[in-house]
């Protein structure tokens, strides 16, 4: 079995098809998928899924480019991390990317966010993108360490990986690892300890060779895994099997049943 441990199933593209989604996961041997927050107008929608449904999580943050959307405070995203469903904070992190100028607000929201995750005891889905040593830099002053949690959606150096692992992190491979451009980025998916490795699909973004460019869904983790597996010299099953429990070590307080 796999597990999708980053999509977007609330996005209007995916939430219209459900039920198609859902079986197209079965199908696929995909267990289990782990839904994000990014905002907080969306996020009710996002909890809603994951009661819904017994094999969904979710997670409650706001993404560091959303810098005009209503914010969680602390106290906020301590009390949302007791439902039932919510395994972990973020996703939350830092984008120079998409934003420019001024950035010391979304570090703030970030340390806020690396705070309530200590407070919770819940694990951190961090986004890093053009930022990587003030990501770094923030989650070493933070003390991101005592919350744990996953570099999501990995795009970085093996430097910035192994920054990322000495602060007990997992890295997470998305769809990009398949792209025949992504030289460096497969050497950091043959690189990183297995008992580190998890896969995604950000549904509906980035879908995975041989779909890309469409729509993106949980069920194309099984691509991202395969390819993974070819690059480390092992069976989908395998990596299928270590990168599960991994999730399952990670976020602690999703189930395994059904």
């Not at 899924?49 to 405070?73: I, R």
């Not at 069920?219 to 069976?235: D, I, K, P, S």
Request: hydrophobic content about 40%; overall charge negative.
């Amino acid at each position: 079995m796999l597990v999708d441990s980053h999509c977007h199933l609330n996005f209007p593209d995916l939430a219209s098809r459900m039920d198609d989604v859902r079986a197209n996961m079965a199908a696929n041997a995909v267990s289990h998928a782990l839904l994000i927050g990014v905002n907080r107008p969306d996020y009710p929608a996002v909890r809603a899924l994951a009661e819904q449904y017994d094999n969904f999580y979710a997670t409650v943050g706001v993404h560091p480019d959303v810098q005009d959307s209503p914010d969680f405070s602390e106290d906020e995203l301590v009390a949302e991390a007791q439902h039932p469903k919510v395994v972990g904070i973020g996703e939350t992190g830092l984008d120079y990317y998409w934003c420019k100028g001024d950035l010391e607000w979304q570090r703030e929201r970030f340390r806020r966010h690396i705070r309530a995750a200590r407070r919770s005891g819940l694990p951190l889905v961090i986004h890093t993108r053009e930022s990587a040593q003030d990501t770094l830099a923030v989650m070493r002053e933070a003390g991101a360490e005592q919350a744990g949690g996953v570099m999501h959606c990995f795009t970085e150096s093996w430097e910035v990986a192994e920054g990322a692992l000495e602060l007990g992190f997992y890295i997470s491979f998305s769809g990009i690892v398949t792209f025949k451009n992504a030289t460096a980025l497969k050497e950091v998916a043959r690189r990183v300890p297995l008992e580190r490795l998890l896969v995604e699909t950000d549904s509906p973004y980035l879908a995975p060779m041989p779909h890309r460019g469409k729509t993106n869904e949980p069920a194309y983790v099984r691509h991202v895994a395969a390819h993974v597996a070819e690059l480390r010299g092992m069976t989908l099953e395998d990596l299928a099997a270590a990168s599960t429990d991994n999730f399952f070590t990670l976020f602690a307080k999703a189930s395994r049943g059904h």
